[in-house]
């Protein structure tokens, strides 16, 4: 090394440090991942293995393309005068952008020194991870409760549910916004109880400004052949209408915006 030079850091000394990481895809002008129009980065890794999940594709860390933070950060502000417009901001998704922590941190950190609205869609297992410095770089979290049941939700996504429970009473403790989102599924989270239960959750945590009932589709199970994995809901037919309006007529009634 020629000297007065820095050293060069290694691949996993950038991974470390959040400068650099694996995105999946990205999508602009959204409206369906938070206020407003919005730019989202989907980044590959997860942790849960959801029978429901549309996107497979995402659950392994290196299925993305390797980019720096920076990159992400400049992407995201090209739109910048657009997004402050629309009224929108960028979300983190994925799969689940809290597996690649560090980078997740670093791209929210250089968007929202800028003044844009940020966002986090997480299921929320690995939320023990951010610190409280780290939370407040993160204007809303999109949690995505699974299942009240734990058997239920072992079952559902191969991990436990406590861990979750524990992020979304932290989120409420700590006075962060959050927008739940609740895939319904038929013969598997449209039980009665399930459904009450995670009502009476989210209206006694009093952070949470939105519940987002989101029916059950067919979309992903192509990507479930293609990557030649087992689809265990193979024979579910999408929940209908009234189902559909019945669940959510419970967390409004439980005093929870529940748009639909």
């Not at 690649?100 to 929320?124: M, P, S, W, Y």
Request: aromatic share 6%; net charge neutral; glycine share 10%.
């Amino acid at each position: 090394m020629t000297r007065g030079m820095a050293p060069q850091l290694t691949a996993h000394e950038l991974a470390l440090r959040g400068e650099v990481g694996f995105l999946h895809s990205e999508q602009t002008g959204s409206a369906l991942d938070g206020p407003g129009l919005r730019t989202v980065f989907f980044l590959s890794g997860c942790v849960m293995r959801c029978q429901y999940c549309h996107n497979p594709d995402t659950w392994k860390l290196h299925a993305g393309r390797r980019v720096r933070a920076s990159e992400l950060v400049d992407e995201a502000l090209k739109y910048e005068a657009f997004t402050r417009r629309a009224g929108g901001g960028l979300t983190l998704s994925g799969g689940e952008p809290l597996v690649q922590h560090a980078f997740a941190i670093k791209v929210l950190e250089g968007v929202h020194g800028r003044g844009l609205h940020t966002a986090l869609d997480t299921n929320g297992y690995l939320g023990a991870k951010l610190t409280r410095d780290e939370l407040s770089l993160i204007d809303l979290v999109l949690l995505d409760l699974k299942a009240w049941d734990t058997h239920l939700h072992l079952r559902l996504t191969g991990v436990a549910r406590d861990p979750v429970l524990a992020f979304a009473e932290r989120l409420a403790s700590e006075g962060r916004a959050v927008w739940v989102r609740f895939v319904l599924v038929p013969g598997v989270t449209d039980a009665p109880d399930n459904i009450l239960q995670l009502a009476r959750l989210c209206a006694a945590l009093g952070n949470v400004r939105r519940v987002d009932v989101l029916p059950f589709h067919q979309l992903g199970r192509s990507k479930w052949q293609r990557l030649g994995l087992d689809y265990a809901l193979e024979g579910t037919t999408p929940p209908g209408t009234q189902s559909v309006e019945s669940a959510r007529a419970v967390f409004r009634e439980a005093g929870l915006n529940c748009p639909g």
